[in-house]
């Protein structure tokens, strides 16, 4: 097995997810190198003795754009930018999320267009490759002139400065002084030079993390939402005809074709399904599976698009093209495409647990031969009750999460940065809204468990009895009432471990 990883041009999800989950050790491509100081080369000869100026390299930020900086303070200014923007706060960033911004930097700064030196790219792999996570908090960022904050606290500890997690001798993470984590780690911290403190704090790498890591999780709670949804419809005792391929055939959405097919695969050679129905038709959050789901997974690979495009960018300013003798100052650290994605994704994944809930519902309001909230003796046992109410309330807070922050702008730095994207805050709220469908999607699995028990001595197919012995290990069928909260929480134990979550820290 190939244990290094070499960062060259493209970066996928799928690589990525790669990475993280054998353990790869991360260096530069020998071309990444050559690119990157060229670059360098390029940028100290058009600079070193040029009364020309340029943003960001020899000129203050933002509104400050225009004041000159004199030659002898210009690493100084490097620094300033980083601390002075380290301003961030909030909950802190979960380590694997961290860990990505580590690596999606280093890729953007291995184009050859950010003017940085090799040692600085080499050290943010060093903390990548040696679970060095600096600490950096959800709050701050107005997704636009990058997300600044954020990755101000991501880098401030190359040169020695803020808090950093690293493992202990029992082999557990602590907070300790960058400074000190890079003597453990015998690192030299860097001095950096015109250009470089900008180049690390322009760019995406915070709402660029955010959408890989929720696109690795999400594509797979996505595959198996249909598992627990088909345990759910034999549950109910529903028909196979919606799933039907003419139907679909004629409305080809892929997603919805490919949601169907695997709705009929899991459902072959049910003992359940193929029994006669008294009822003609199924509710909507039966019958409608494969367009409300096929949506959602559509939607899931436009993001997925729009994220690898991003992480195959470079995303800061101003950028530099030697070949072509120029130096151009834009706005590719704007995030626009992201936070417009990633609100898209936050709907989409909001939508799963809303049909998720209906069919809790269905499942507890004693049709279809169930008893009222799936207990043997209603009224003395209130039974799957309230598990609906609690799933309910959290497909609700996804409703109010959902509020797109792509919508909003707020002026600053003196109205010379006049429209910014929020998509730092449409990131964030979208892992919530992610955690929030786990829950509900537990809670929908532990109802259709406990109805299917309803159905016996017929047999579903192998697939959904094979799901339903699983979950049985883990959460036992519901006799009497009890204490609903831990059946809920080991439920969404065993929904994170159907997926292949990668072994990051």
Do not use: W
């Amino acid at each position: 097995m190939n244990t290094i990883f070499e960062i060259n041009n493209a970066l996928s999800i799928d690589a990525i997810k790669n990475i993280l989950s054998e353990n790869k050790t991360v260096v530069l491509s020998a071309e990444a190198k050559e690119r990157i100081v060229a670059c360098r080369t390029f940028l100290d000869n058009k600079t070193g003795n040029s009364e020309q100026a340029f943003y960001g390299i020899n000129t203050g930020f933002g509104s400050l754009c225009n004041t000159k900086i004199s030659a002898n303070e210009l690493n100084l200014l490097q620094e300033n930018l980083l601390l002075s923007h380290a301003c961030g706060t909030g909950d802190e960033v979960p380590h694997e999320i961290v860990k990505i911004m580590l690596l999606l930097k280093a890729q953007s700064l291995a184009f050859g267009n950010s003017g940085v030196q090799l040692e600085t790219v080499e050290l943010l792999l060093s903390f990548f490759n040696n679970n060095i996570l600096p600490v950096v908090f959800e709050q701050g960022s107005l997704g636009a002139s990058g997300d600044l904050a954020p990755l101000a606290h991501l880098c401030i500890p190359l040169f020695g400065n803020g808090l950093v997690y690293c493992k202990n001798e029992k082999n557990k993470f602590e907070k300790i002084a960058a400074s000190d984590a890079l003597n453990r780690y015998h690192l030299k911290a860097i001095q950096l030079k015109s250009k470089e403190g900008l180049a690390l704090i322009n760019g995406t790498q915070f709402m660029s993390a955010y959408g890989t890591f929720l696109l690795m999780q999400s594509i797979q709670l996505a595959a198996n939402i249909n598992y627990i949804a088909a345990m759910s419809l034999e549950a109910f005792d529903g028909r196979i005809e919606p799933f039907h391929a003419s139907l679909h055939a004629v409305r080809p959405h892929q997603g919805q074709i490919a949601v169907s097919k695997q709705m009929r695969e899991l459902l072959s050679g049910s003992e359940l399904i193929a029994q006669h129905k008294a009822h003609v038709q199924d509710p909507y959050a039966f019958r409608c599976i494969p367009q409300v789901h096929g949506a959602s997974f559509d939607t899931i690979e436009y993001v997925k698009k729009v994220i690898e495009t991003e992480i195959q960018s470079v995303t800061d300013n101003p950028n530099i093209f030697p070949d072509e003798d120029l130096i151009i100052s834009g706005g590719n650290f704007h995030g626009q495409p992201l936070a417009l994605a990633l609100d898209f994704l936050a709907i989409a994944l909001a939508e799963l647990g809303s049909i998720s809930e209906r069919r809790t519902y269905q499942l507890i309001s004693g049709t279809r031969g169930l008893p009222p909230f799936l207990c043997a003796n209603p009224g003395l046992n209130s039974g799957f009750m309230i598990p609906q109410y609690t799933a309910a309330s959290i497909v609700s807070q996804n409703k109010q999460l959902c509020s797109p922050a792509s919508v909003d702008s707020i002026v600053s730095s003196n109205g010379q940065e006049d429209h910014v994207s929020m998509g730092a805050n449409a990131a964030t709220k979208c892992l919530k809204v992610y955690r929030n469908l786990e829950r509900i999607v537990a809670i929908e699995l532990m109802n259709a468990a406990q109805a299917l028990e309803f159905r016996r001595p017929l047999k579903s197919a192998d697939a959904i009895e094979n799901l339903h012995a699983n979950y049985r290990t883990q959460v036992s069928m519901l006799q009497n009432d009890r204490y609903l909260h831990e059946d809920i929480q080991q439920s969404i134990l065993f929904v994170q471990q159907l997926i292949e979550t990668p072994c990051i820290v």
